[in-house]
């Protein structure tokens, strides 16, 4: 039987996730990545980027499979309340304060994500492992390759605005999902470590399905969150 386009793009999305972690053994980052503070509630640097809330059934497997585990050994690191945790689908401008763009720029991207995300169909995500960032954590997953497609058509169109994506890639041609669960301004224990590393042998969550997608403000934690505007996948 011949292999799936799909199986196929999740083998390339898996070797984009196994380049990170090489940079990131290696101490040789050339991602965009932010910059631990002390008050993450509170940051005042702000981004503006597309995102999926995910289903209060996905918010309770990650909460009682993985941040409650790992709460327990390091309650002093930062965990994202359930109503921040969110998907990762396409940053606009990265954070920063001041911010990187203004409320012309935020109408911009209003009106392109209106035209784009409603001609693209919803894709499934398959979760299968932690990535341990220098300074946060993430549970990440491989996806049909409708996130691409998403993805790069919202590039073109943020580009002819005026407006491109000011985020550094390592690949700029396939992209995964990637769920923030926790944020470090302390330093990782090796029990942590050592967790992390047990629980990502073990994901046992079933494929979801991203249908929608946000627009939104916020700092990093999407805390003091403003959504712009929601729409459906086909």
Request: glycine residues 2%; charged residues 25%.
């Amino acid at each position: 039987m011949p292999v799936s386009d799909s199986t196929l793009h999740q083998k390339k999305q898996i070797e984009v996730i196994n380049e990170i972690e090489r940079q990131i053994n290696n101490s040789s980052l050339n991602f965009s990545t932010v910059d631990p503070i002390g008050d993450f509630d509170n940051d005042p640097r702000i981004c503006l980027t597309g995102v999926h809330f995910p289903k209060q059934e996905l918010i309770d497997k990650i909460y009682k499979l993985l941040i409650n585990p790992l709460r327990q050994i390091s309650p002093n690191h930062y965990f994202y309340s359930r109503e921040s945790i969110h998907i990762s689908v396409k940053s606009v401008r990265i954070i920063n304060d001041p911010p990187h763009f203004s409320e012309c720029d935020v109408e911009k991207a209003k009106k392109i994500f209106s035209n784009v995300i409603p001609r693209h169909h919803s894709y499934k995500t398959y979760f299968y492992r932690l990535l341990l960032f220098p300074s946060n954590l993430a549970l990440i997953g491989t996806t049909e390759p409708e996130l691409d497609e998403i993805v790069l058509d919202l590039d073109q169109e943020l580009e002819n605005a005026g407006i491109p994506d000011d985020k550094q890639y390592t690949n700029s041609q396939y992209f995964f999902c990637n769920i923030t669960l926790a944020r470090f301004d302390s330093l990782v224990i090796k029990e942590f470590k050592e967790k992390v590393e047990e629980l990502s042998q073990h994901i046992s969550i079933p494929p979801y399905v991203v249908n929608s997608v946000s627009l939104v403000t916020g700092n990093a934690a999407m805390k003091n969150k403003q959504i712009v505007g929601e729409w459906n996948l086909i």
